[in-house]
């Protein structure tokens, strides 16, 4: 057996971060393109940017700062607030599961008391 939980962060009951949000900003990260990293999650650019600006308007912060194209193209990146909502994230969300694990392996792997 093994345990599976999920942690999100919401605003007023609106999600404005959890594990796939972080996902996005590592593949925006990586391409430096919204679209790009739209494309390596199997999702449109619309609803990645739909998802940038639903996280920027509940937390009140620039997430990630645009660039046109042109002749020297366009592109995406991280703001460092958004790079430390997602170290801080990804920090909790190991620590969660650290103690769901240890709770689990407690309950469920030990076995009945006899």
Known sequence: MQ???????????????????????HAIEKHGSINMAAKEMGITYRRAWGYIKAMEE????????????????GGAELTSEAKE????????????????????????????KK
């Open 3 to 25: 345990i599976r939980s999920k942690v999100w962060i919401e605003v007023n009951g609106k999600p404005v971060f959890s594990k796939g949000r972080g996902m996005l900003f």
């Open 85 to 112: 909502l997602l170290a801080k994230f990804e920090s909790l969300e190991r620590g969660l599961n650290q103690l769901v694990d240890k709770r689990f392996g407690k309950l469920f792997e030990e076995g009945p």
């Open 58 to 73: 509940r937390m009140g912060v620039k997430l990630v700062e645009t660039r046109q194209g042109g002749a020297h193209g």
